[in-house]
């Protein structure tokens, strides 16, 4: 096994202040090799998307250390931080939401290379070229902006602005749940191509376990803001140990294995198991 | 009984410049106490075809052609019609629980007003009264304490049980159910479907089901549709085109499911695998 490349020890997240406060990550701890993928899966409000934002310091957590090839970035100010913030980037879950619509997808990804030191219009030109090529769009796309693109190129734009600054960790958010499958299929596929050119690292957050397998190697199920079970994904998903990841199997609908199944009565299995508990905390 | 009878439906979208033809030509039915499931992915048309049918789209934006009779009456003519039969004899339960309720509304009072549109005549006790054992109906714990939260208060999954209860307390003939559990969680949306089920069991209502889930869809239709650029490309029932797919678009749908692999359900008892065997 390869070195770590992230270790993320006893992170605490806290939101509110005073009396009113909500762990949102509650005493978390894993790590990532360098090259590998992890996967944190959970429903909404496990605290997976906390995580996220943490890693990349779009907050800083309560206690915990983070620590990225050495530096533990949960405790540097934003000054501190500022040299280091193209070390781990991050691609969003909606591909709408978050690319500016004004500017052209030149632009975009041309900012991130010039803020990294490179001076020259011409050079800039040519990296922000190579990478929309990299990501499978036209090189005539950097003319335009991203109300003409679909979801999934946008996605594309999306992940091409994170590789210009050069990241060694790439925090995926939920980075195609928001597109159809086929379309996802593409990304997924893309993600795993550059991967394997460059040796990047991901970190996968995904409430989709059929997601998480097709990309990752190592998994977390979180729940209520702790790590419920960990582990190799491909063991995790065949033989889940703890109650609430053979939940999550047993929701997840997978046509290919209902073949042969009568489905009224697959859906009254499923249901049945989910507890009063999960309802409540839905 | 014949509930939905859609002949050669065309939706043609003006946008600005241009004519978009969202739904090109498609023809299907329902009858009473059937799911028919129109799949695709975004921009096949298969929410411009539900939207058409109840005639939610605005008249300048969408021309609507062919014929889509609910109960033997068409709706593309007049709006007359339409008007009379939504909230009565067809009701709609929309993708997003968490925007469809106003916010500033109490659950009881915006579940009241649903109520009185099929029943004007029903006074505050008695709506209410019939609010709470639709809420009941549909699972919702402690009803009464719920009449009175805002939709802030719930969950998703309890809201999207709330907007069941609403379509349902129509008494309709069909229901439109458009990405019913899209917004929710995996574990929430198996108890979802299963109040689908189990009140399709009690009224005999027919569905029309909107989705770009093919699990969702082998679950709970009777028959499917696949929808791409505006026209079914293929369909049946759901066994055959899900289970053995004909067309190359459904096969690349099915194939670009990330797969989760066999595994052993620690929680399985013994009835699923036998209905398995004759299902």
């Not at chain 2, 990405?179 to 569905?207: C, F, N, R």
């Not at chain 2, 093919?214 to 759901?238: C, I, N, Q, T, W």
Request: glycine share 8%; net charge negative.
């Amino acid at each position: 096994m390869a070195e770590d490349l992230l270790t993320v020890s006893n992170l605490v997240v806290e939101y509110g202040t005073g009396k009113d406060v909500f762990r949102a990550v509650d005493d978390v701890s894993f790590s990532v090799p360098r090259g590998g993928t992890l996967a944190i899966v959970g429903e909404s409000g496990c605290g997976k998307s906390t995580i996220a934002k943490a890693l990349v310091r779009l907050l800083t957590p309560t206690s915990g250390v983070i620590d990225l090839d050495g530096t533990d970035l949960a405790r540097l100010s934003e000054k501190q931080l500022r040299p280091i913030r193209h070390r781990v980037q991050m691609v969003f879950q909606d591909p709408y939401g978050s690319l500016d619509p004004h500017l052209t997808a030149q632009e975009i990804v041309a900012e991130p290379i010039r803020v990294r030191g490179e001076k020259s219009r011409r050079a800039q030109r040519d990296k922000a070229a190579a990478l929309i090529e990299r990501v499978g769009l036209p090189r005539t796309a950097l003319e335009r902006k991203p109300p003409e693109f679909s979801g999934g190129q946008r996605q594309r734009i999306g992940i091409a602005r994170a590789l210009a600054s050069g990241p060694e960790l790439l925090v995926c958010d939920e980075a195609t749940s928001a597109l159809d499958v086929s379309v996802q299929a593409q990304v997924l596929e893309l993600l795993a191509d550059i991967q394997a050119e460059t040796g990047l690292t991901y970190l996968f957050i995904s409430h989709n376990l059929g997601v998480v397998r097709a990309i990752s190697q190592d998994t977390v199920v979180m729940r209520a803001g702790r790590i419920v079970e960990s582990g190799r994904t491909d063991d995790l998903l065949s033989r889940p140990q703890e109650e609430y990841t053979q939940r999550l199997r047993r929701s997840a609908l997978e046509p290919g294995l209902m073949t042969g199944i009568k489905p009224r009565h697959l859906i009254r299995h499923i249901a049945a198991s989910r507890t009063a508990e999960t309802e409540k905390a839905s | 009984m014949r509930v939905l009878e859609v002949t050669d439906l065309q939706v043609e979208l003006l946008t600005g410049t241009s004519v978009v033809r969202a739904v090109d030509g498609v023809s299907f039915h329902i009858d009473q106490g059937e799911t028919v499931t129109i799949i695709g992915e975004s921009g096949s048309g298969k929410s411009t075809t539900a939207m058409a049918i109840l005639r939610l789209l605005p008249d300048d934006l969408a021309v609507i052609s062919g014929e889509a009779r609910i109960g033997g009456q068409d709706v593309t003519g007049s709006r007359k019609v339409i008007d009379k039969l939504r909230g009565r004899a067809v009701a709609l339960i929309p993708q997003d629980p968490m925007t469809a309720l106003n916010p500033i509304r109490t659950i009881g009072r915006q579940m009241t007003e649903a109520v009185r549109i099929k029943y004007p005549d029903l006074g505050r006790a008695e709506a209410k009264a019939r609010a709470l054992s639709l809420m009941e109906q549909v699972h919702i714990r402690n009803p009464t304490k719920q009449f009175d939260a805002y939709p802030h208060q719930l969950s998703g999954g309890m809201l999207q049980r709330v907007l069941i209860a609403m379509a349902v307390s129509t008494d309709a003939d069909l229901i439109v159910a458009d990405e019913p559990t899209s917004a929710l969680d995996v574990t929430v949306q198996a108890g979802i479907l299963d109040l689908l089920l189990e009140l399709q069991e009690q009224t005999g209502i027919a569905l029309l089901l909107i989705t770009h889930d093919l699990g969702v869809a082998r679950l709970m239709s009777d028959r499917v549709h696949v929808m791409k650029a505006g026209a079914f490309v293929e369909g049946g029932p759901v066994t055959d085109v899900v289970d053995h797919p004909q067309h190359p678009y459904t096969q690349k749908l099915l194939g670009a499911i990330p797969e989760l692999g066999p595994w052993e359900d620690p929680g399985a008892r013994e009835p699923l695998v036998k209905e398995a065997s004759h299902g």
